[in-house]
């Protein structure tokens, strides 16, 4: 799968880089969708309220996350939908540590 930055690059943007972690910050408008791309282990900070649909293989689920939520993100492969009537706006610690995707759906927005 690919960096979600080269597959959604109207939607992701790197806003900062060193040898140690890369964030990404993650815009979208009701009903924009990403392709499949990756993440390593990651920390997500939700700065809007939001509605997804994420899809990892042949599992779908629904997510509802409010503003000001920190959580962690194992690696993973997914795309990602916003289903709701609000914007989404997310920024991404991603570790560059190894760290293999698990194939699980978690929190994230995409």
Request: charged share 25%; no cysteine.
């Amino acid at each position: 799968m690919s960096d979600p930055v080269e597959s959604n690059p109207s939607l992701y943007s790197v806003v900062f880089e060193n040898e140690r972690v890369r964030v990404l910050e993650y815009r979208d408008a009701p009903g924009d969708s990403t392709t499949p791309h990756t993440h390593p282990d990651t920390v997500m900070i939700t700065l809007s309220g939001f509605d997804r649909r994420l899809s990892v293989g042949d599992q779908v689920r629904e997510v509802s996350l409010e503003p000001g939520r920190a959580a962690w993100l194992p690696a993973q492969t997914h795309a990602g939908e916003n289903v709701g009537r609000t914007e989404t706006h997310v920024m991404f610690v991603e570790l560059k540590e190894p760290g293999s995707p698990s194939g699980e759906a978690a929190l994230g927005p995409d």
